[in-house]
């Protein structure tokens, strides 16, 4: 089955403590990306990666890294994670056809952060 | 990007179609007009697009006007599981360069037994 998976579902951290959310796609797709959700504010995409090792940031980026070392696995990385990034997160992937992505945006079932 | 006007709220009964509009007054003629949905705590799911034929594929039908101002979303037998936040969005494309889906305010459908 063709699917975005992210761990973990839930988790809740503590200021300062570093964490790593993952994310895998099973459809081989080159262009990957992180959201976070709040309330009022709508999707605001953190970062995207258009194929291996190629990532740019998002309209939210400051206080995040990711990494794209492999097609498969786009990890989203919290150094030092504030109460101000406690947020429900989402990792998406999209198709690439004839050199143009498609429009149908593939996304994992989401991560509900929350930073004491 | 062409401004789209949608109820911010529609009820339906189980079982009945549920026809969701959208007003975009403004479209231009290389714009499409896309559909997503977005159920409680889930990813945003693509439904459907359409640029000015009327289009159908499992989830859904669309209905675009021939001035192409406003467009129907039809979901012809609407389940509980429907319940949820329909987007319609009009752009070249629904994402930006750095490919962002660009969603306005959308309508809550809750689809009731």
């Known amino acids: 089955e063709a699917q975005v998976t992210q761990n973990p579902r839930y988790l809740i951290t503590v200021t300062g403590k570093k964490l790593t959310v993952t994310c895998s796609q099973n459809?081989?797709?080159?262009?990957m990306s992180w959201y976070r959700q709040d309330p009022g504010l709508g999707l605001r995409q953190i970062y995207y990666?258009?194929?291996?090792?190629?990532?740019d940031k998002g309209d939210v980026p400051e206080g995040y890294k990711v990494s794209r070392k492999e097609k498969r696995n786009f990890p989203l990385i919290l150094e030092s994670p504030s109460p101000n990034q406690t947020s429900l997160y989402f990792c998406?992937?999209?198709?690439?056809?004839?050199?143009?992505?498609?429009?149908?945006?593939?996304f994992g079932p989401g991560t509900r952060l929350t930073v004491l | 990007d062409a401004k789209t006007t949608q109820p911010p709220s529609m009820d339906c009964a189980e079982g009945r179609a549920a026809n969701l509009p959208c007003n975009h007054s403004?479209?231009?003629?290389?714009?499409?007009v896309y559909w997503y949905r977005q159920i409680h705590s889930q990813g945003p799911q693509y439904i459907i697009h359409?640029?000015?034929n009327n289009e159908t594929n499992e989830m859904a039908s669309l209905i675009i006007t021939e001035d192409r101002k406003s467009s129907t979303l039809i979901l012809p037998h609407a389940t509980l599981r429907d319940t949820a936040v329909y987007y319609c969005?009009?752009?070249?494309?629904?994402?930006?360069?750095?490919?962002?889906?660009?969603f306005g305010q959308g309508t809550e459908l809750s689809v009731k037994p």
């Open positions: 998406a992937s999209r198709a690439r056809l004839a050199g143009e992505l498609t429009d149908t945006q593939y």
């Open positions: 459809m081989n797709h080159e262009y």
């Open positions: 990666s258009m194929n291996v090792e190629v990532t």
């Open positions: 403004t479209i231009s003629g290389n714009e499409y």
């Open positions: 359409g640029l000015k």
């Open positions: 969005i009009v752009r070249r494309s629904a994402y930006n360069q750095g490919g962002k889906l660009i």
